[in-house]
Structure formats: C-alpha cells, structure tokens
C-alpha cells in the first residue's frame, strides 16, 4: 500500500513563506507525475503544481505563477512545493498526489484530480493578512 506523507504547512503572514514537502511511504513505486491541489473551504479540490517524471516539465495554475515552484529531489521520491509572495486566497488544505496513468505531456491531464490515484491527506497553510 502506498501513501503520501505532506509536511509543511502552517501559519505565516501575509508576503511570507512556505514550504511543502510529499514523500511515499511503503512499498515503493514509479509515478508519472506528483501534483499538488488544495482545497479551501466550501470550494472545491483546485489544480497548484504538478512535476512530470519524465523530462521534468512544470505546470501551474495560473493564480501561482511566478510565486510557487514545484520541484523533486535527485531521487525522485519527494517533492517539493515552494510558496513565496503567499496571500490570504492562498488559505486552504493542501493535497498531495501521484499518479501512474499520465503519460501526455499535455498539461491539461495534469490538472485533473480524477488522473491522480494517489492522495496523501492534506496539510492545512493559513495565511493572515
């Protein structure tokens, strides 16, 4: 059984920074792609970042850009979401997940939840303004 493990979140003000961290935990795998989504209350689960394994391309949502930065570690295990120039609308729980079923570069696949069949269970960033 393989589960994502978040760590990172928490309290910081407004312009502030944060950083993410996912890493599997039990039986190891290859994924195609890592993403993180969040998920603020009484909206739904939003598309942030996403790393592809292969070629290492980025892709991000259009309210991150130029703040956040998704990155992997030379092993490939953990990921990493960089947020800086963070802001209230920032506020939500943030998910990590993997997937094993992208294999388009086309970055319209990276943003949908339903591509992901790996979730962890969410670190929750508050950003006080």
């Keep these: 059984q393989v589960q994502l493990v978040e760590s990172g979140g928490g309290l910081v003000q407004a312009g502030g920074s944060l950083r993410l961290s996912c890493a599997p935990s039990g039986r190891t795998f290859r994924y195609n792609a890592m993403g993180w989504f969040r998920q603020a209350p009484g909206k739904e689960r939003e598309f942030v970042a996403a790393h592809r394994w292969s ?9 991150v850009k130029g703040r956040f930065s998704i990155s992997r570690d030379n092993a490939g295990n953990t990921v990493y979401l960089q947020m800086n120039g963070l802001k209230s609308e920032d506020t939500a729980v943030y998910y990590c997940a993997a997937s094993t079923r992208i294999y388009s570069s086309v970055s319209d696949y990276y943003t949908k939840t339903y591509n992901y069949n790996y979730w962890g269970q969410g670190t929750q960033v508050t950003v006080s303004s």
């Design 55 to 63: 070629g290492g391309t980025t892709y991000y949502a259009d309210s």
